[in-house]
């Protein structure tokens, strides 16, 4: 169950972020996500025995897939690690990555997550990233680390 809390707060963090953009076509993307995410809660729940239960599909995650790669298309290749931050979209996205990673840590860790919840959430975590930086590519740009920029002399 503890999965399928953090799979709960995961959609909330992604509400968040569709509360923040502006950009119609990303946000209908993740409003589905977020029926998804409801999916996902119910595979997780259900012990894998049961037969006909609702369950993620590898359809659902070659839809991430090809998000990722249509958002993906334009950005600049990475030179450094992202920071969180940027635009407040982007910076919503980031922490609803974090929490998705987290879920994803707690479907692992109960061991009898679907190959396809977990891929889903491996690959959304992904995709949350790339729109950060999509929206980011717009607006005030990504937060980049800088190694040791901050070490006293």
Do not use: C
């Not at 998804?36 to 012990?47: I, N, R, S, V």
């Amino acid at each position: 169950m503890a999965a399928v809390g953090d799979v709960d707060e995961a959609n909330s963090a992604i509400g968040v972020a569709i509360a923040a953009l502006d950009e119609a076509p990303l946000r209908d993307a993740l409003a589905r996500v977020q029926n998804e995410l409801f999916d996902l809660g119910a595979d997780l729940a259900t012990p894998a025995e049961v037969e006909g239960a609702l369950r993620v599909t590898a359809d659902q995650v070659a839809r991430i897939e090809a998000a990722i790669d249509a958002l993906n298309a334009d950005l600049a290749p990475l030179t450094s690690f992202v920071l969180p931050g940027g635009d407040p979209a982007a910076a919503a996205l980031h922490l609803a990555r974090a929490v998705v990673r987290r879920a994803e840590r707690s479907a692992v860790a109960a061991g009898d997550a679907s190959p396809a919840a977990l891929a889903y959430l491996n690959r959304l975590s992904d995709l949350l990233f790339v729109a950060a930086r999509h929206v980011n590519k717009s607006g005030t740009g990504d937060v980049l680390w800088q190694p040791g920029a901050t070490r006293a002399s």
